[in-house]
């Protein structure tokens, strides 16, 4: 290839020759004229003729490739057998590939050597220099500081706005010159863009925000993965319940909540149960689950493809192309729903320690991908049909479960029902059963058949850096008390069918969320064991329920909740004394 054709970029080795005068370049020019036309180093043809036979044979040997493996996957043949012809089109490939890349890539290298070299020097002519040099000097992004060390030697150092201080950004964001959102970018400084958009969100409301603290808080950790835009943080006290004694595990359960006695009850349930021998937690399924709607011409069409789906050999082909999205993705089952033409899709599967949603989300997108081929009429409706269904009280995950199917049992003995629990054995059934039973079902309630699992679910989950917004599916319970041992004794149990929980990803990445999980063992991912942490968390929700379940029934049955409230969660503040 024909390299000399391209004039080199100055750089910082010969920056005194930029400043030479202009008679010393022009000269320079008149004694070496242009070129002409040279024919291309690779193929003793013009450089025209040379870069359309590379971009064709790159394009063509890729197509060629990738249908090859299609029709691999589809008859389950390794991938790493390869034939002559294959081989030969791999070689040329790479052939190609790598010529492509030293024509048009070059520029960028060069470019990118330039940056990486611009701190180790100084700039006289900072104007005259940039022009020559042709360089775009973005601002640098907001980075975690592990991150930052390693790519500044690669990066200009953030310089968008060298003149401006914070009063000049503040109004430029009021003006609406500078998007709020860019902030980050622009400043390379978290907090400080915090900060800016803070003052100027008071001064577009002219509402006050004295009460929401600014200052404590990592905003790096945040940025790109669990909150835009941000103005400060919400302060919400974590409590401490237990020891919760749990398949003959005890665990210390923190619980972020702004609910007085929430904690208090929850942790006189552990006290009984730990009382009695402790609780068992069997899970009974997990999977995460994902149903995307595609619609076809006519419903006859449609349900070629129900028909396709729910034939068992086509089942491994599809989870060998489903289960490319993460080494952890492991496709379970597809059921399906036909709705005249449109076709709902639900997909469940494996997730390993994560919840799973972006997880299960890519692996459907490669079914879908691949349907498309053999059902090149099939439209995609949309990734998520409702069928899955997230964060929405749903029949399909009461009955079928999504994430993980938790039950918890414990035998309370009739000693601590009266000395702890301050009811009887006889009362706590009863209730049970006209409360959770009986009364939620005249309620028309859909997965509700509990007493208050959602105020447990969601105090866990705001603690550990789950999504809250799932407590809706994750509360979903039935709470059953029968008397045993001739009535002497109680046997209580919680049915959970869509815990929804993760210990990587999200929020569990936060410092106070990754100290809680922390608190619970299931920090992070199990190496040795995939999907281990995950699944006790689940087990440690169940539990907990449990615990609450048994203390607010008997608060109910014994007459004491009014009383507790009105003792435990009243402010002593005279609110008559408290400014707005």
Not at 340 to 349: D, H, P, T, V
Request: some cysteine; aromatic content about 6%.
């Amino acid at each position: 290839m024909d390299l000399r054709r391209r004039p080199p970029k100055p750089s910082h080795r010969n920056h005194h020759l930029l400043k030479q005068p202009q008679k010393s370049s022009s000269a320079a020019i008149r004694r070496s004229p242009s070129p002409a036309p040279k024919a291309s180093d690779a193929l003793p043809l013009p450089l025209y003729l040379t870069n359309g036979i590379f971009f064709t044979l790159f394009f063509s040997v890729a197509y060629y490739l990738l249908h090859r493996w299609r029709d691999k996957i589809r008859s389950s043949t390794p991938l790493h057998v390869v034939t002559l012809s294959e081989l030969a089109a791999i070689l040329s490939l790479i052939a190609s590939f790598i010529y492509l890349l030293g024509f048009f890539g070059i520029d960028f290298v060069q470019s990118f050597i330039a940056r990486a070299s611009h701190d180790a020097w100084d700039i006289e002519d900072e104007d005259e220099t940039r022009f020559l040099l042709n360089q775009d000097r973005r601002p640098a992004p907001c980075l975690n500081s592990s991150i930052s060390t390693s790519v500044s030697r690669f990066m200009d150092p953030p310089t968008p706005l060298p003149s401006q201080d914070d009063e000049d950004l503040v109004k430029s964001v009021v003006s609406g010159d500078i998007p709020s959102y860019s902030l980050e970018s622009r400043l390379g400084d978290c907090h400080r863009a915090a900060s800016i958009r803070r003052e100027a969100v008071q001064r577009l409301t002219g509402r006050s925000l004295a009460g929401l603290p600014l200052d404590g808080f990592d905003y790096e950790s945040i940025l790109g993965q669990c909150c835009e835009m941000p103005i400060g943080y919400v302060q919400i006290p974590v409590g401490i319940a237990g020891p919760l004694l749990l398949n003959g595990c005890e665990y210390s359960v923190p619980m972020a909540t702004t609910e007085g006695c929430l904690v208090a009850s929850t942790n006189r349930g552990c006290k009984a149960i730990y009382a009695s021998g402790g609780a068992t937690t069997v899970l009974f399924r997990d999977g995460m689950t994902r149903a995307p709607v595609v619609k076809f011409p006519t419903a006859s069409r449609a349900s070629e493809l129900l028909f396709f789906l729910e034939e068992p050999a086509n089942f491994d082909t599809l989870a060998v192309v489903f289960n490319k999205s993460s080494r952890f993705a492991r496709l379970q089952k597809i059921q399906c729903s036909l709705a005249g033409r449109n076709l709902y899709i639900r997909f469940s599967c494996g997730t390993g320690d994560a919840m799973g949603m972006n997880m299960v989300s890519k692996g459907v997108q490669n079914v879908l991908e691949f349907l498309q081929d053999e059902f090149p009429d099939m439209e995609v409706g949309g990734i998520s049909g409702n069928f899955c269904s997230d964060k929405k009280p749903a029949a399909v995950n009461w009955i079928q479960g999504r994430g993980k199917s938790v039950v918890c049992e414990a035998m309370i003995s009739g000693e601590v029902v009266e000395k702890v629990l301050k009811t009887s054995v006889s009362a706590l059934v009863e209730l049970n059963m006209i409360k959770n039973l009986t009364g939620s079902a005249i309620a028309g309630a859909l997965g509700g058949f509990n007493a208050h699992a959602a105020n447990i679910v969601s105090a866990i989950f705001i603690a550990t850096g789950q999504d809250p917004a799932q407590n809706i599916e994750s509360s979903h319970c039935i709470t059953m008390m029968e008397s045993i041992n001739d009535g002497k004794d109680l046997h209580i149990s919680v049915t959970m069918p869509c815990i929804e929980v993760g210990t990587v990803g999200g929020g569990t990445q936060l410092a106070s969320q990754s100290a809680c999980l922390n608190l619970l063992g299931v920090k992070g991912a199990c190496r040795e064991s995939p999907a281990s942490n995950s699944r006790l968390l689940a087990a440690i929700v169940a539990g907990s329920v449990l615990a609450g379940e048994l203390s607010l029934m008997s608060a109910i049955a014994s007459g004491q909740l009014v009383k507790s409230h009105m003792k435990y969660n009243r402010s002593i503040r005279d609110m008559s004394t408290v400014t707005s």
